[in-house]
């Protein structure tokens, strides 16, 4: 089927769209790890730097990790997390980030129900990454955007970024940088596989950056009429695009996992986002320049 009102960004053939129905997905998600990057010239490797963040509430103050790439090129990326926290992927698709040029920051989601958690990607871990979910979505949706709010406004001062900055999750990350967008101002968004964007739609008209949304067209968590829905919110968007890898399920990103992995997804897929990326952030769209926060 194919979809609707969507734009890539910059021109490239987009998937279509799912075709498998679907059962509700738990509150938040499993997560999903990308590895397979597009080829690349043979250049030395830059060294990326980490350090944690403090970053300021009217509650108190929470963590968050920053990857400063060795050469940056202005611009910064809150990256947010799936339900096992800031651990092995979250550093990864940051580390691959920060290759790109990007300052990445990873804020601390779960602070206000167990700080610094960092969870394998195994069967052991999933009772525990679900329990945490579950306590996560009983917060006052308004403290949490405003903790996102804060990840934001913390980056867009670090000397390292004085370019434009994004937001960016993956799963549940998916749906809170969908959030992000809503509650702040960030010059563009990408989200991955986040469930519950359909039941956000009334709020989809405060949405004034451009985004990119990545699904797999046999996501058993995610309904094809959740996408349908989605791409006709956003049909009037030339700057709003949907992309459905078909062959792909759910967390099709997930490099630690052989169970939800998928190499031709992840390459498709992150070859879009990295093409969005430098379009929004570094060209500033439609031919024009970047601008400072």
Known sequence: MPSRGTVSSPPSPSRTTPTVGARPLPP??????PVCEQERPNLPAMANTTRTESISTADGRYDGLLVVPERPNGAGIVLLQEIFGVGEFLRDRAGALAEE??????????WRVERNVALPHNDEAMGT?????????????ALTAADLTAALDHLKLLPEVPGLVAAMGYCLGGRLAY?????????????YYGSGIAARLDAAHKISCPVIFHFGGSDPYIPPEDVEQIQQAF?????????????????????????FSNPAATSESWRLTLAFLERWLQGAGEGGQPSAN
């Open 179 to 191: 959030e992000l967008a809503i509650a702040s101002d960030p010059a563009c968004c990408v989200s």
């Open 235 to 259: 049909a009037h968007r030339a700057d709003v695009a949907v992309h459905v890898q078909p062959d792909a399920g759910h967390a099709f990103e997930n490099s630690f996992s052989e169970r």
């Open 129 to 141: 990454a679900f329990g945490l979910a579950q306590r996560f979505g009983e917060i006052d949706p």
């Open 28 to 33: 938040g998600h499993l997560a999903t790890l």
């Open 101 to 110: 040029g990007y300052v990445v920051l990873c804020p601390d989601v779960f």
